[in-house]
């Protein structure tokens, strides 16, 4: 059975830094391009980052270039999303995406809120 579980949403305050993880279970992690997607409320889902199968190269949307870092391990089946310098517009829903040909997966999402 495919999983992708998503932790590490919380809340912080404007500047702060969460680290996101996303866990996967059920498929050749490794052979998968990984992201991770955002949601506000009353938007519609965004990509954020993506790292391909290998570990790079990785790809950015404009508003988190420099402070967002994408990454993973493929021995312990998991992708990252380090975001530091976080602002109010970066609260959403943050989904985790696994990807190869028609193989397509998702994750249930985890909070990010940003407010003081």
């Known amino acids: 059975q495919v999983q992708l579980v998503e932790s590490g949403g919380g809340l912080v305050q404007p500047g702060g830094s969460l680290r996101l993880s996303c866990a996967a279970s059920?498929?050749?992690?490794?052979?998968?391009?990984m992201s991770w997607y955002r949601q506000a409320p009353e938007k519609e889902r965004e990509l954020v980052a993506s790292?391909?199968?290998?570990?790079?190269?990785?790809n950015y949307t404009d508003p988190v270039t420099g402070r967002f870092t994408i990454s993973r391990d493929n021995v312990k089946n998991t992708v990252y999303l380090q975001m530091n310098s976080l602002k109010p517009d970066d609260t959403a829903v943050y989904y985790c995406?696994?990807?190869?040909?028609?193989?397509?997966?998702w994750g249930q999402g985890t909070q990010v809120t940003v407010s003081s």
């Open positions: 059920g498929f050749t992690f490794s052979a998968y391009t």
């Open positions: 995406r696994a990807r190869r040909f028609w193989r397509d997966y």
């Open positions: 790292i391909n199968s290998l570990g790079g190269p990785t």
